[in-house]
């Protein structure tokens, strides 16, 4: 890689990132600006786009500041992003609505009238994944029965990587990991399907080109160059879903490789030479050619540490607020007192596929403090991985060698839960940031700065997670209790939800 050094433009659900990777695969600067969610009547969950770029801009700005290394001296910008957002763009590049992100799941009328009218087989043929409210072809469908004239007013539908890429280069695209999650798109031939497009009565001109997750879109136009302090013509790739990002800085390339994931969704994938269609699991293109992402994650998983640090831990320091409440959660023996966890707060896709789902505590009692809800909350979240993992195993996705990395993976006392309660060798990621470690690898791998994925794996090292063998078993009866809980709370979710108070 030489004196190069790569943008590396993270873009979650609750922050966005701009790392700076050296020419020896090593960050030497990270800055991050939190941005809005908006939650509305009836599952609604937006974020305003602008923000995400304005985001971008400064972290950008004030990585090359802090680090010293010149605008000259970047050899490409990656992009990663939060899957599942829907944003409606004009000619010109202007929302025409808020990204209705991965969490929303207002249309749940045009979910149905999928089930009716395409039907969940054909989905299953051509697109592989579930049909779900939170995907992109119900929302869209959503906007145009909502929004007629903004619809036709509508020039092309960005997901979040392809609103950034847009404002870098000026040019839509849709990285290609992106697609299965649309349900608009051939899953094994990586392209958009007419026949479901049209099934929908959605226009397929709305729909912006499709490129490999390393191919360069374009380059930084004069008016990004200003706005963000990067030279005008440095490359651009086209980037890629977080999730697969954070597989390929795990070091996922091949048939059985499987990584876990933790930062607002903690998802564990299983890497696949061919795409496991069975309409329950999501699966994507891996970055990796002629490989698929199999997934499933606890959708607030890692949300649920930040929703309990903004609730109930406003009297410590912002600052290490996260260390204390590892420091609480770690004088709580496993099995948080009896306190068990259900981590549904938002809902749930896959195993459950139920937007009326909702956070339980199970067990309470006087004796429970703010320690064990902090225990039982990491807990919760593991154990529901466990579940996930087993139904990966079923389907044919086995996970053979297990990595985690993302936001939880800081936590010591979480990544020793994690191996306890999965019984499986885990091996953490050296590198805390493995997302931005993925998006770089991408981009240095379309730029021709690296000659295989594989020559990626230089950079990443890992080690493995200790456990105390005395709590296998006792989690083990856990997750059988864990299991029960929704079958027994089902009918009184759906209940819930429909009740007008």
């Not at 695969?25 to 908006?38: L, Y």
């Not at 790739?237 to 954070?246: L, R, T, Y």
């Not at 087993?390 to 020793?416: F, H, N």
């Amino acid at each position: 890689m030489d004196k190069q050094y790569i943008i590396s433009i993270d873009l979650g659900t609750s922050s966005c990132k701009t790392a700076l990777f050296n020419g020896e695969g090593a960050m030497v600067g990270i800055a991050s600006r939190e941005h809005k969610t908006f939650f509305g009547e009836n599952g609604a969950v937006e974020q305003d786009p602008n923000e995400w770029w304005l985001g971008a801009r400064e972290t950008i700005r004030e990585v090359l500041w802090k680090s010293g290394v010149s605008s000259s001296q970047i050899a490409v910008v990656g992009i990663d992003s939060q899957s599942s957002a829907m944003i409606p763009v004009g000619r010109d590049g202007e929302v025409l609505h808020n990204a209705m992100i991965w969490t929303d799941r207002r249309a749940v009328m045009e979910k149905r009238w999928i089930d009716v009218n395409v039907g969940q087989e054909i989905l299953t043929q051509i697109n592989g994944n579930r049909n779900d409210e939170s995907n992109v072809a119900p929302k869209l469908m959503w906007f145009k029965n909502n929004f007629p004239k903004h619809y036709q007013l509508t020039c092309k539908i960005l997901n979040a990587a392809g609103f950034l890429a847009y404002k870098l280069t000026g040019i839509f695209s849709c990285n290609i990991s992106e697609g299965g999650l649309t349900q608009l798109f051939d899953v094994e031939k990586g392209e958009w399907s007419e026949e479901l497009v049209k099934a929908c009565e959605l226009d397929i001109d709305k729909l912006p080109r499709l490129y490999q997750c390393f191919d360069l879109v374009g380059n930084i136009t004069a008016q990004a160059g200003d706005n963000t302090g990067l030279l005008m013509g440095t490359p651009v790739v086209a980037g890629a879903m977080d999730a697969v990002s954070c597989g390929l800085g795990c070091g996922i390339t091949k048939d059985g490789d499987a990584f876990i994931t933790g930062g607002t969704v903690t998802a564990l994938g299983v890497c696949t030479g061919k795409p496991v269609r069975s309409g329950s699991l999501h699966v994507y293109h891996h970055i990796v050619p002629g490989t698929w992402c199999n997934m499933a994650g606890v959708d607030f998983g890692g949300g649920n540490y930040r929703w309990f640090r903004d609730k109930f831990m406003q009297d410590f320091n912002s600052e290490n607020v996260y260390e204390e409440m590892n420091r609480m959660a770690e004088q709580v023996k496993a099995g948080a007192d009896k306190l068990l966890f259900l981590p549904t707060l938002v809902g749930q896709r896959c195993p459950q596929w139920d937007g009326s789902m909702r956070g339980l505590f199970f067990g309470l009692s006087p004796n429970h403090g703010r320690e064990h809800f902090l225990r039982a909350i990491m807990e919760g979240n593991a154990l529901a991985v466990r579940e996930i993992m087993e139904l990966l195993g079923e389907e044919g996705a086995v996970a053979r060698k297990l990595r985690i990395a993302g936001g939880i993976a800081k936590s010591s006392i979480w990544m020793e839960i994690f191996a306890e309660v999965l019984a499986k060798p885990l091996y953490l990621a050296e590198c805390e940031e493995a997302t931005a470690m993925g998006n770089m690898i991408n981009a240095a791998y379309g730029a021709g700065i690296l000659d295989s994925f594989q020559d990626g794996e230089k950079f990443l090292k890992f080690e493995p997670v200790a456990v105390k063998e005395a709590n296998y078993e006792k989690y083990d009866r856990l997750y059988g209790l864990y299991k029960k809980l929704y079958p027994a709370m089902k009918a009184q979710f759906e209940e819930l939800a429909g009740m007008q108070l």
